[in-house]
């Protein structure tokens, strides 16, 4: 293929993948820009390769891999970033030259370069390890934003100065030398959170990239507009279906929020709903996309990684409280269509469903391999997603409309490497907060000062604890702000009973309801330019739409018969998960404030407590809130169900 045929191309992905303000146009490849989007596609291409021999043929030091994915990362993102901004950057230039000589000045001789980090490091040490930090930091700014480099910085600052403090968090104080590095070190940038982003989230990266190109986008969209479109407020409903299934092979909630929310937005202010309602609930279905199993977002990587346990038991774990949040969305949304009186789609606007998974049997057939090898063979994440990826290719040999070609095993490669960028930056970085919280023993402080909170209401731990969460994910990535809560949180969690797996969902939980939780939340900031909305308003929506989900992570470490994999599954836990789906309908009557008509506060605050009620692991209190609440609702019906159907018309 000719260097302008490779240009064009990946661009026009590089144009996809990107949100609205990263939107790049280069018509045709006259300039050093237009080469950049070559050798953006070349380093693409040879990244995603890379990997998947890593994995299969190839036989290298984990510490060796680490150092080469980073560097790939790191170059890819100042290239994307020149790409971006339509002109060469001195800084980004220098940037990649810095990168490759500390990535190639690690890999030389690792384990040599281990020893002298642990033991005795020289002078060189010190200033590559310094310059690495500084790179890294940068380059975080330009992927992901100020807000996680500035957290990093203060977590640095404390690790200098921690013995100017006063009270329970001061600590001793570290010099130049042994912070930087240690901070370089496997205890640090090249720990455990980067080898994560190596393995099995770039993999999986690969396979959803590989899947979206063969069109699965569109497959998911008729999809859903097939199963939902023909309800009341089928708009919504097809939004929130779309992005479970978007979700599920996406894992980002702002890739899932511009890629999903194009379409649906704009379909559901058209159709009578508010821009500020229409675009909360793109960003709150997207945002599950994060918890939407079988294909979760990166934190979840990196949970089964902390927690110790396969990949394959997070995505059972994940199962009922993901189902939770995708039906108390779609009753939500139910009912302001009940309220505001919002018809279905017409049946000639409406995809035949069969036709729809005729087309996207071959879409489907991979889909099942991943679940096939991750469940039923129990193959681990690697192994599967490399698995699923190599049926996807072998698939596309046999379709008409995307048949397999060069520019397809390109256009894959760059959908796949544009969105781990964000995730390298980000799990580097983190490496460096963990690091300082592992040398100043600042996670052991803050678990104690939790476990005094406990002592007296474990419910104020719990309440401290997504507090905390929710304020580190403020415009940080959810793999960031799941990392640095679990080493801070986790341990006082489980200190005061709670299961390991328990402990760690409820982290991270919160971490993805970081992107949808004000005054800093980037899924609804991202939905609201969709939607030409104001963003702390589709925020406030978001948070009243998605509260069932701020709930459920309380009722799994309380009850944890929700998670499954905790608890072996009997009549209990069918119990339990009847009364947790029940509970969805009260919650939901509550933030909307109608129930065949308009409810008052205090009715409003009443179905909300009835609502929790059902989540206790009491079957007497679940039994006698179901009743009351049934009660209630057909009473509501007998009294007012004519005038409440016409106040909604």
């Known amino acids: ?27 045709k490849p006259k300039t050093m820009v237009d080469w950049l989007v070559v050798v953006f596609a070349i380093l693409s291409v040879l990244m995603v390769t890379y990997h998947i021999l890593a994995f299969t043929v190839m036989h290298m030091k984990q510490g060796v891999l680490l150092a080469t994915h980073l560097l790939f990362g790191l170059s890819l993102i100042y290239i994307n970033d020149m790409i971006k901004s339509k002109k060469l950057k001195i800084a980004n230039i220098i940037g990649i030259v810095v990168a490759a000589v500390f990535s190639l000045y690690v890999v030389w001789d690792y384990d040599a370069y281990i020893m002298r980090m642990q033991v005795v490091p020289n002078k060189l040490d010190v200033l590559i390890a310094c ?46 030398q042994r912070l930087a590095t240690t901070l370089f070190s496997d205890q640090g940038i090249y720990g455990s959170a980067l080898g994560v982003s190596a393995s099995n989230v770039f993999l999986f990266l690969v396979f959803a990239a590989f899947l979206a190109a063969s069109g699965a986008d569109k497959i998911f969209s008729d ?11 089928g708009q919504s409903k097809i939004s929130v279906v779309s992005s479970a299934l978007f979700g599920m092979i996406s894992g980002s909630a702002v890739a899932n929020v511009v890629s999903d929310g194009a379409f649906t937005i704009p379909m559901m202010i058209k159709s009578g709903l508010d821009k500020a309602y229409a675009a909360a609930v793109e960003a709150v279905a997207s945002t599950g996309g994060q918890i939407m199993p079988p294909v979760m977002g990166a934190a979840a990587f990196v949970l089964a990684d902390a927690v110790g346990i396969p990949y394959n038991l997070v995505v059972i774990g994940a199962i009922i409280p993901a189902a939770l949040y995708f039906i108390s969305i779609y009753i939500n949304v139910d009912v302001e269509a009940v309220r505001k009186g919002i018809k279905g789609l017409n049946r000639d606007e409406i995809p035949n469903l069969l036709n729809v998974l005729k087309n996207g049997l071959p879409l489907f057939i991979p889909l099942g391999i991943l679940i096939a090898a991750l469940m039923g063979l129990q193959w681990n994440a690697m192994r599967s997603a490399i698995v699923a990826t190599a049926a996807i290719v072998l698939l596309s040999i046999f379709r008409k409309d995307n048949r397999l070609s060069f520019s397809f095993l390109v256009d894959s490669c760059i959908r796949a490497t544009k969105s781990a960028l964000q995730v390298v930056a980000a799990c580097a970085t983190s490496g460096i907060v963990v690091g300082i919280i592992a040398m100043t023993g600042l996670g052991l402080k803050l678990s104690n000062l939790i476990m005094a909170l406990g002592e007296s209401s474990l419910l104020l731990s719990l309440v401290a604890a997504m507090v905390v969460t929710i304020i580190l994910g403020m415009g940080v990535p959810t793999t960031a702000a799941y990392m640095i809560g679990s080493a801070t949180l986790a341990p006082a969690l489980i200190g005061l009973g709670l299961a390991p797996f328990g402990a760690h969902m409820f982290i991270f939980y919160y971490a993805a309801l970081s992107a949808i939780t004000p005054p800093v939340a980037v899924a609804s900031y991202a939905a609201a330019g969709l939607g030409d909305a104001n963003p702390m308003k589709v925020g406030w929506n978001a948070v009243r739409i998605g509260i069932v989900a701020f709930v459920v992570p309380y009722a799994f470490v309380i009850n944890t018969d929700l998670l499954l994999i905790i608890t072996p599954f009997n009549l209990q836990t069918a119990l339990n998960v009847f009364f947790a789906v029940l509970m969805c309908v009260p919650v939901a009557f509550s933030m909307q404030g109608w129930m065949v008509k308009a409810l008052n506060p205090i009715e409003r605050a009443i179905m909300f407590a009835l609502g929790c009620s059902l989540l206790s692991p009491n079957n007497w209190l679940c039994l006698a809130s179901a009743v009351v609440f049934f009660g209630w609702f057909f009473l509501y019906r007998k009294l007012y169900g004519v005038a409440g159907q016409a106040a909604s018309n």
């Open 1 to 27: 293929m000719k260097s302008r045929e490779i240009t064009s191309r990946a661009d026009k992905i590089i144009q996809e993948t990107a949100s609205e303000e990263e939107i790049v146009q280069v018509k």
């Open 131 to 176: 310059v690495a930090i500084i790179n890294i930091l940068y380059a975080t700014k330009i992927s992901v934003g100020w807000a996680l480099p500035i957290v990093a910085s203060a977590f640095i600052l404390y690790g200098f100065f921690g013995h100017l403090l006063p009270g329970p968090f001061r600590s001793r104080g570290y010099n130049l």
């Open 223 to 233: 999809l859903a507009t097939s199963v939902a479109g023909k309800y009341r407020g």
